[in-house]
């Protein structure tokens, strides 16, 4: 049944007992479905890697109650820029009650070894415009390297005009994703290490080549 404000809870990161956070959650299988309190952790998680935690946003569709999280985050040795990057999750409400169900059946922390839990984490690099553009087929295979086979980096750029008197303002966009499990990354955060490690790597990458492309 529901707990309510000033009640223990427990966290999601193993299991112990922690603060109730503002959103409702719900006890099932004597286990916390607590996605507010799973963000919270993972901003935590966030900062122990090196990053710097700015905003937060939480949407949730009225009609489908789809919820959606919006995370700007910045590697903490570029806190004032020039990169911005831009952590979001989408989680279908589908999927959330089936991970319901598989509680109600499970003592402990479930397990899913058939994936079907997966949801699909982006990280959203973003530089200012650029004078100079990098050779994307060189910079793609940089990034491969770094990203690894369990973080894809898709690289592009993007042309656009404000006053025609401006002329052609030129951006890169890099989105990394991550398929990781709703269990996963409720349950067992840790399992994001050597991702955040690398999403940490790519961040001082382009801090370090943006002076050559943003003149």
Known sequence: MPAFAGESRPSARHGTLAPRTSQRWYTI????????GTITYLKDHAVEHG???HDERHFVETYTLRQSWEIDVHPGEACDGPLDLHLALDIDPRLLLKLEDLLEQTEGIPEDPEAEFLVSFFFNWALPPMAASPDLLVLAAELAGMGGVDLPIEVTTVDSFGAFADGED???SLVGKLDISLVDL???QDAMCDVLDRVHTVSIFLVDQSPSWTG
């Open 29 to 36: 299988g004597g286990m916390a479905v607590d996605l507010a």
């Open 51 to 53: 990053f710097h935690v």
């Open 170 to 172: 030129r951006r890169l």
């Open 186 to 188: 409720m349950f067992r």
